[in-house]
């Protein structure tokens, strides 16, 4: 093989001098953490409310979430991006969206990356909390409601938290959608793991070495979500109940 | 000579020892009865008779062939035993017609003409010919068990193994199927059948094999077994079941 | 706010269309080797061999653990290099189709295996025993009586995973390749174009996606019945 594999490329500095390719790759692996556990937290705000806006015997409000998770669903996440990336700032007015871009390019990239993939990841987890909801016993609200709770109440203290831990398996395979969604940022621009992979092959030419490494810290990200999610599940399980023992 | 020969079969799930030591024999022609309590292992030893559970002590002996030589071809011997299950097991996918035909057409080779002649005529000895074209959904339960008893007569099987047959079946169907026992019995066929309803055995069983723990507790005729029981088990299980 | 100018479309659909074939025949060749594929794959972790199933586990897990566009730039890499290697391809203008091509198959393989792995254990045990008890071997088994009985099952789910493909492969961008919307961002660009061009290519997503997605679900409550 004519490949000339060089692992120490990552302790060679930069052509700026300021850091080495290691710290790169580092830097990048910050943009996608931040990057994707922002947006999780956003999806779950928002995913959670809209979920139960699905359920609430009220037309309305359950139409449009269900319109939301249609839009977000059947739509391909790239053309997302690109719509919040350059179509938002036309939208607005023109004073505001001229004083968007007049502000830090990757804060715009950033800004724009978090608010796509956390709508999207919300519609998703929508799916997911409205199916929870469902699959508990319907006399649940009821006795929720009988014994005097208004609606809210029993969403808060009897069917959210019991749905909640029901779908915690779909979930984590969210949660990890997450962090892989997060690579499309790289489109805008945005310097996360998989954009500097591709910078470190522009850079130095060794793109075996640089894909590897970025495939391995992707790899590690899942392992330890799956870990963490695992002890999770075990600490807020219910006895009796499926998966309970 | 024996049609079916088990002979020390032992067998574990894990640690948990299902079958404990089990000698006994079905000879051709005869109908044996295997009975007892739920969990007594009495489904697990039918099942090894044609190798669906593997036993990891013993020897089973059908027809000449041992299970358990590396020689020999599961499937063929297989496709000479027929086999009637508790939930019926008809492929939902295919017509009645199919079930009964695809055995023979795929594993013994016979032609679709040949295939759909002998299994329609299994399936007006069931007295269902009437629902050839179904699929097996819209037919009730009763009638899903006759027809997975003629899928297994139609490959001309050299004995018949039931595993609980009727359990899965709303009282009123018992009968049917039973009935269609019954006559299997009445013309020669060697069965093998777990099942808890004694009247059946008193009427057909050459012998009755009543299993407890995993173990052959008690093996004996026809007349033995429902005169004088001689395991203690045996008696209160017969006193349980005889008193409906 | 400028006024939207919609103008740039009506000519430029020609070239949409174009995108739109690559699109589509990206979709269909991942859809189809990863159905092919994904059966072996999922058989093969289902197997008794313990090897086999590991490996096929291990080859599941780490294209579900990459993200798709590492995925796309990885076979960007290898492909080229493989095809030159041993058939002496030159690097031609097709080399993106072809990368993108495999990429997205042994991709939505992993998928697709899983769906049919489930697709496989709903299955009851039980048709399994009575094949067996027929005297079908193992490989007549799966033929005839599983894999009909499971895709029957996951239909609705495998032309789910083929929406979310159909979207995906609009990645494809980051290897420059023009499928629909590579080339409505291209028109975009070239025209001034580039808001009304990405709502344009957004709605015929959406369209397209939610049709089918319509269909499906009237597959469903047809099938569950």
Known sequence: MSYNWNWDIFLSPTPSGESTYLGWLLNGLQWTLTLSLGAWIMALVLGIGLGVLRTVPNRLLAGSAAAYVEVFRNVPLLVQLFIWYFVLPELLPTTLGDALKQTDPLAQQFFAALLCLGCFTAARVCEQVRAGIASLPRGQRNAGLALGLTLPQTYRYVLLPMALRLILPPLTSEFLNVFKNSAVASTIGLIELSRQSQQLVDYTAQAYEAFIAVTVLYVLINVLVMFGMRVLERRTRVPGYIGGK | ?244 | MDTFDWTSIPGALPILADGMLITLEITATAMLVGILWGTVLALARLSGNRPLAWLAAAYVNLFRAVPLVMVILWFYLIVPTLLQRWLGVSQSSDIRMISALVAFALFESAYYAEIIRAGVQSVPKGQVDAAFALGMPYPLTMRLVVLPQAFRNMLPLLLTQAIILFQDTSLVYVIGLADFFGAAYKVGDRDGRLVELLLFAGAVYFILCFGASLLVRQLQKKYST
């Open chain 2, 1 to 244: 000579m024996s049609m079916i020969q088990i002979e020390n079969v032992s067998k574990w799930y894990g640690d948990f020892q299902v079958l404990t030591d089990c000698g006994t024999h079905v000879n051709a022609g005869e109908v044996v009865v295997v009975c007892g309590p739920s969990g007594s292992g009495k489904s697990t030893l039918i099942r090894c008779v044609n190798g669906l559970e593997a036993i990891q002590q013993g020897r089973i002996v059908v027809n000449g062939t041992a299970l358990a030589e590396p020689t020999t071809n599961l499937s063929k011997l297989r496709a000479q035993v027929g086999m009637v299950f508790q939930n019926f097991e008809l492929f939902p996918h295919m017509s009645v017609t199919d079930n009964l035909t695809i055995a023979q057409v795929k594993v013994l080779g016979r032609s679709t003409e040949e295939a759909l002649a002998r299994g329609l005529t299994m399936l007006d000895r069931v007295g269902l010919k009437a629902q050839a074209t179904k699929f097996p959904g819209a037919l009730s339960g009763g009638q899903q068990q006759r027809v997975a008893i003629a899928r297994a007569l139609a490959m001309d099987p050299i004995c018949m193994l039931f595993d609980e047959p009727t359990s899965a079946l709303d009282p009123e169907m018992v009968n049917e199927v039973l009935d269609v026992m019954v006559e299997l019995a009445t013309e020669g066929m060697t069965m093998m059948c777990v099942t808890h309803e004694m009247g059946f055995a008193r009427k057909v069983a050459d012998r009755v094999i009543f299993m407890d723990h995993g173990r052959i507790v008690e093996d004996a005729s026809k007349d033995d077994f429902f005169g004088t029981p001689r395991a203690e088990r045996a008696q209160l299980f017969l006193s349980k079941i005889l008193q409906h």
